[in-house]
């Protein structure tokens, strides 16, 4: 799997899990790592512990250590002596590293260390002992018996199943009251405002105590809500306590790590830029407000940003640690802003110059980013809106504002230049617990009326508490045509990290891709082929097993007896899930195409071409198969490409498969930053010249060869890493030879962009290629790109 445009942050990397046994009596209850950072109140970063066992728990001689989210093998856990007890049903408070900012201290600390924690990933271990922990692992660390509890927050390779997500420099990670431990760090966990308890019971929240208006006092306070969000992205009252904001309830979100609701001015003023709505943040706490109330919040003003700040997403302005007095019931809401094809601006964003755009003034005629961010925290609506991204595991789902906005056949919206982001797109997501099925091309119909939210995941969203319903466009899977018997077809398939712990219904559905939809190709270019036990990180770098359970789905769903060829990874060197080892193959079919091997190809040996023959004009690979420079530091933590000879009708044609690496360091399209930096883009710079030199140098050994690159470029076809691929015309991307509209292979965040190609030299004439939607486009996927193949005379 890929990262496209638009995300901040790798979907691709699942770290593997550790799994304690979970407890009945000590357990770390929150973790608190933007203490003195901008915008928090408190002082210093925290651990806090909670025992939910009948007696106290004694720490004589245990500790609390932290490791870096992203550890090296050089990383060290930092470690705090802890001692005396827990009592029962209580906590024991941890005071770590103190920041340069915030206006108010912890309670009295039961211990005291020095540990400077992120605010935004990390991993915090509750240990039977002072020794510093040497598992860097979460297999490791699962399997240290000396760990009695661990929470990986943010983005933490350790952790528990998976990370606790919220935490940032304004809200800590934290368990709910009854200190449930199901060893799954982001069920047992929600972000939440800072709330540090010692083990004598002190602290209240912790950080300056929101004021408590009176319930005689029913004045508004001087503040509305268009002062706090004002006229740019961040708030001019960031930081600072507000008091008595009027509004009305006009959304609740009752469930999930970011609980609260939404107020709205109903005497608005008459500034475009300044939004009349704001989000109130309680945590885990479910709010005890009902839509309708008029209501007076005092709170501190935050700018939180989701994932973390160094993501680059946006932040949303919150009213954090609420105290809020209901003054009314049953009120009307403000009218909701419609949404229709006219509304959004075409420009997407301010051109900031690579910088944040943050301090600029909003301007929301101009920039469909600013007429959002005006709009933050108010009631908008849709009408009948065709769906551009389908409906992913939480039900949100894609639809365009503009329907003559770039739109492909099949009802998406294509993602043709990064000028041209589309800024009609707006991801639907519900608070009503209805959960939307939609496939692009269907309709979300009636009226669907929400609150506006920002997440690092999408951007700008509709928080739907009112949901249209899903009219079917009547989409349905392409099915390739098959080659002749004298055409050569060649394809790609990314499968999404398989391996045989999946389950056989997808190695069955992938088979009836390649046999049904694909028309079984003669070498298919495979990415994404895990380790024979996928995730486990214990060494194993084989995939005979995956492979052996694929071509057997695929002979029983009809397809050939394919055989195939690969070379394996050294352990942990090639980027992708964790302990996978992820590798491209090639299968192909023995009684169509037959490949020729030459032996001494591995890990870390360069195939060559080498000149043969009589007269030194026929050519070969001195291994096959095998790799590209696989010692290249263009290659570090990522795929290297697999160089295999293969003939076909007494035809030698070479085939190069690829996955270069992910988008996922890029900064999100949404984000602060325009246009967004494309951090990874640097090294599939690299990586395409090492493509291109290699089939630059066989050209000029024969010019006339035939060459197939394909497979997951991670990239689109008017970027630079393509460019530097088919520098020197040695290569021609086929995907530029379709119609423009239909450019795509991959589609995220309701952009339909491409991602996978198939490129062939000058040598081969006539290519027939097709990029074949049977997954990008649906709901109920096999895996989240579509296969592509290309058939040669």
Known sequence: MALPVGLAGSLIALPFTAQATPSPDAV??????????????????????????????DLTGWSVQYLSGSPTSSSKWQVTEIKGAIPAGGSYLVEEAKGAGGDTQLPTADATGTIAMSASSGTVALVRSTTPLTCLTAADCAADTSVKDLVGFGTATVRENTPATGADNTHSVARNAALADTDNNSADFTGAT?????????????????????????????????????????????GKTVTNVPGVVTAIRATGSSRGFWIQDTAPDKDPATSEGVFVFTGSATPQVKVGDSVLVSAKVVE???????????????????????????????????????????????DGKGLSIEPLALKPDTYALDWFESREGMLIQVGDSRVVGASNAYGETWVTTKPKQNPTPRGGTVYPSYDEANSGRLVIASLTGEKLAANVGDTLTGTTTGALDYSSYGGYGLQASTLGKVTSGGLKPEVAKKGKSDELSVATYNVENLDP??????????????????ATPDIVSLEEIQDNNGAKDDGTVAADKTLAQFVAAIQAAGGPAYDWRAVDPADKTDG???????????????????????PGGDATTATEVVTTGKHGKDITLSVSPGRINPTSDAWKSSRKPLVGEFTFRGEQVFVIGNHFNSKGGDQPLHGAFQPPVLGSEAQRLTQAKEVNDFVTGLLAKDKKAKVVVLGDLNDYQFSKPLTTLTRGGVLVDLMNKLPKNERYSYVYDGNSQTLDHILVSPGIKNPD???????????????????????IK
């Not at 901008?38 to 007696?55: H, K, P, Q, R």
């Open 28 to 57: 770390i209850s929150e973790v608190f790592g933007g203490g003195g950072n901008s915008g928090a109140t408190l002082t210093n970063d925290f651990i806090e512990l909670g025992n939910a066992g009948d007696g106290p728990f």
């Open 194 to 238: 800072p709330s540090p308890r010692n083990s004598a019971g002190a602290g209240d929240g912790g950080g300056e105590p929101s004021p408590t208006p009176s319930p005689t006092n029913t004045t508004p306070g001087e503040l509305r809500i268009r002062d706090i969000q004002g006229t740019t992205r961040i708030s001019p009252q960031a």
């Open 576 to 598: 992708g899930e964790p302990g996978g080892n992820i590798r491209n193959v090639f299968l192909f079919n023995p009684k169509r195409v037959s490949f020729v091997d030459r």
């Open 304 to 350: 939180y940003y989701p994932g973390g700040q160094s993501g680059g997403a946006q932040s949303l302005t919150e009213l954090s640690g609420p105290t809020t007095v209901v003054l009314s019931s049953g009120n009307p809401l403000p009218a909701a802003e419609v949404i229709d094809a006219r509304t959004l601006p075409e420009t997407y964003a301010p």
């Open 769 to 791: 290629y097709d990029v074949v939607h049977i997954n990008a486009e649906f709901a109920d996927q096999a895996s989240d790109h579509d296969p592509q193949v290309v058939r």
């Open 501 to 518: 712990t999946d389950p056989q219904a997808k190695f069955d559905r992938l088979a009836e891709g390649v046999v049904k939809n694909l």
